[in-house]
């Protein structure tokens, strides 16, 4: 931690020394951070005072998000400024952009939003929005409010797969299945003792590829679940839509219902813990499209569980329970 010209810098991560993002040093020194942030938010705001500086996510030679907290005139703002070592991610701020102007502003009659972009800075391959308030979704919904948490959450999910917004970036079953078949092997490395129960989940994986309609393409999230939603007493954002992309809008609803079935696994200690969240989701999303997306909800979700056999044992206060979830795989699989 530091504090330099009144400004107080947080780097927990070291980001400034991140060989492969050399910018992050400047991206992290007040005086060009003020100079820089002028610059890109002159058409929207006069009289910029930066308080704070604080790196808030990190992957080492990949990706870095920062917090610059703000003063314009008598208000206080907090800009977010996500950067990325392979260069400008234009197609997540030119999609922010076509979202914002397609009906997820901040007064969207439906309260469904996406935190505003606000502007890029190139020569720290860097794109800016607002921060929203709020909670993540994954806090609240084991709450009193959950059950309308996840019906709302569905409505948010159906919003965006209705905006018809093209990229030609694609995900289709056989690519979710390629992940399978790239990530269990690593399982099985690290736990030979379950070479062969993962062979298995992955031959009856692949057979629940085979026999899961693929519904009309539409741009999806593609990573989503709670931490994607931001909830603000009635009002939702989605935020992270890196992934964003033409495919089933069955995966974005299964992913999430598993991520919620994991969550109750691991946190909860039961994964029926949230049923009736899952199901108020699902439900709703249901009443949208018809009964024909029923199965590819159900499958997606499996696909889901299988693939945290993996991502439990890359998270240390998780490996625990790696077990449990390929249990829980292998009966959903029968």
Not at 87 to 106: K, V
Not at 305 to 317: C, F, G, W
Request: charged content about 20%; aromatic content about 8%.
């Amino acid at each position: 931690m530091v504090l330099a010209s009144n400004v107080f810098v947080s780097d927990p991560f070291n980001s400034a020394n991140d060989p492969k993002m050399p910018f992050l040093a400047e991206a992290l020194n007040p005086i060009k951070v003020q100079k820089y942030l002028t610059k890109a938010l002159f058409n929207q705001f006069k009289n910029i005072q930066l308080h704070a500086i604080r790196v808030i996510r990190h992957k080492l030679g990949r990706r870095c998000a920062i917090a610059y907290e703000l003063t314009v005139d008598t208000q206080s703002l907090v800009i977010i400024g996500k950067a990325r070592a392979k260069g400008l991610d234009h197609h997540s701020y030119e999609l922010q952009r076509s979202l914002w102007q397609a009906g997820f502003s901040e007064d969207s009659s439906d309260g469904i939003s996406v935190p505003e972009p606000l502007g890029i800075i190139p020569e720290w391959q860097m794109w800016l929005q607002k921060k929203v308030p709020g909670t993540i979704a994954t806090d609240l919904l084991p709450g009193t409010e959950g059950v309308a948490i996840a019906s709302k959450i569905a409505e948010a999910a159906h919003k965006l797969h209705q905006t018809g917004i093209f990229t030609r970036r694609c995900h289709t079953m056989s690519d979710e299945l390629n992940i399978l078949h790239e990530r269990l092997p690593q399982v099985a490395q690290q736990y030979p003792q379950w070479e062969k129960r993962l062979e298995q989940i992955l031959s009856k994986c692949d057979r629940l590829g085979a026999n899961t309609p693929e519904l009309s393409q539409c741009g999806i999230h593609r990573d989503f679940y709670g931490d994607q939603v931001i909830v603000n007493g009635e009002h939702l954002y989605l935020i992270d839509l890196d992934l964003y992309c033409q495919g089933n809008p069955a995966l974005d609803i299964g992913n999430f219902i598993a991520h919620i079935t994991e969550y109750s696994l691991r946190i909860l200690g039961n994964p029926n813990a949230l049923a009736d969240r899952e199901a108020a989701m699902a439900e709703r999303f249901i009443q949208f499209h018809g009964e024909a997306i029923r199965l590819g909800i159900q499958s997606y979700t499996t696909l889901t569980l299988v693939r945290h056999i993996y991502i439990s044992t890359q998270i240390s206060d998780r490996s625990s329970f790696t077990e449990a979830i390929l249990e829980l795989c292998e009966q959903r699989l029968r």
